[in-house]
């Protein structure tokens, strides 16, 4: 078996490759263009010929720049695993090499892939994938509108100090189409001029973002419709779930999907006392998707969520426990809801998250 590991940048990949044991057998670079994607497969299949299994592609789990190497790989049928950055820094300590460069890192990222035969499969059905990218598109105009909102509310407090906008009111038209009324009344000045600019912004990003939602939601009640019924599970908050998962048959068990999610419990105690403490790693969109389901549930009241949430804290567990082992439990219901779920009429198209 060999382990091709990769350290990728913008514009070159630099790839070792290793044996069983971490001795490297060969290194290579190329442009990180689909040219330079089959020349690195070519390279690959004619120094380690045989069955794809021979080979696994161990790739810094950088997204946006790993991404398209990523679907070329599993296009081409090669097996690609992901190793977090904090894995390939701890192996590259830890060699008798010193210094940085691509070829270190890549050795790196290499010899951390064999040290820890339980990394994520790099794999993503295209359904999956799409959904993903109008999540992340929806959130990346929320973000740029609540920035703008900003701007607009320091313009309308120089115009009228006492003008007062509801909290979440410049996410409504109704307000919007006030405010430039209201706008229109004044007499005209660079601020006017701006704050008018401003609300143009934000309306045309909400009129998307409310557009985007709706598509979200039509998708999710296709694919995920298990997950809407899941108390304190929303449209928005099922399609993250279905996004970052990525194909949950490719998690072994419910554990697997919790360590993977960052809610598997972690020892933080030695001797008799047996004490667990809140993992900071694991994938950290699906560990807020599952928080924000926690919260929700305790706060619904005579909910299976809120039940099991007030036993633990009778048992003495702390507000924090608790909600700890909260999660821990949404994420087996979640990990069982999804399984009939990802399987689509349109078959199975592996890509890169």
Excluded at 9 to 28: E, I, N, P, S, Y
Excluded at 77 to 98: C, F, H, I
Excluded at 112 to 123: G, H, N
Excluded at 126 to 155: A, P, Y
Aim: charged share 25%.
């Amino acid at each position: 078996m060999v382990m091709l590991g990769i350290d990728v940048d913008k514009d070159t990949h630099t790839t070792v490759a290793v044996d069983d044991v971490g001795r490297q057998l060969g290194q290579r670079m190329v442009r990180a263009t689909d040219a330079g994607h089959r020349q690195l497969v070519r390279w690959a299949r004619t120094r380690w010929p045989g069955e794809p299994d021979q080979r696994i592609w161990a790739v810094e789990d950088c997204r946006h720049v790993s991404g398209r190497l990523e679907r070329a790989l599993l296009a081409a049928g090669e097996r690609v695993v992901r190793v977090p950055p904090k894995l390939m820094a701890r192996a590259r300590d830890s060699a008798r090499t010193r210094g940085k460069s691509d070829p270190i890192d890549a050795l790196a990222i290499a010899r951390a892939a064999l040290r820890e035969p339980d990394l994520p499969v790099a794999e993503h059905d295209e359904v999956s994938r799409e959904l993903k990218l109008l999540v992340d598109h929806r959130e990346d105009l929320v973000g740029e509108r609540t920035r703008m909102q900003n701007r607009l509310r320091w313009h309308l407090h120089e115009l009228d100090p006492e003008l007062d906008v509801p909290a979440r009111g410049l996410d409504r038209l109704t307000v919007l189409d006030w405010l430039t009324g209201w706008l229109a009344e004044q007499p005209v000045t660079v601020v006017v001029r701006l704050a008018t600019e401003l609300l143009g912004d934000i309306h045309a990003s909400t009129l998307r973002i409310n557009a985007l939602e709706r598509e979200i939601a039509e998708r999710v009640a296709q694919l995920a419709s298990a997950l809407l019924a899941l108390p304190g599970c929303g449209a928005l908050t099922a399609a993250k779930i279905v996004a970052e998962t990525a194909n949950v048959f490719r998690f072994r068990s419910e554990a697997c999907f919790a360590m993977h999610a960052g809610v598997a419990p972690i020892p933080a105690s030695s001797g008799r006392t047996q004490r667990y403490r809140l993992a900071r790693g694991g994938n950290r969109q699906l560990n807020v998707a599952l928080h924000r389901i926690a919260v929700t549930q305790i706060r619904l009241p005579d909910s299976l969520g809120q039940v099991y949430y007030q036993r633990r804290r009778a048992t003495g567990d702390t507000a924090m426990e608790a909600l700890r082992v909260l999660k821990r439990r949404l994420a087996r219901v979640v990990f069982n809801l999804l399984q009939p779920t990802t399987t689509t009429a349109t078959g199975h198209l592996p890509a890169a998250a």
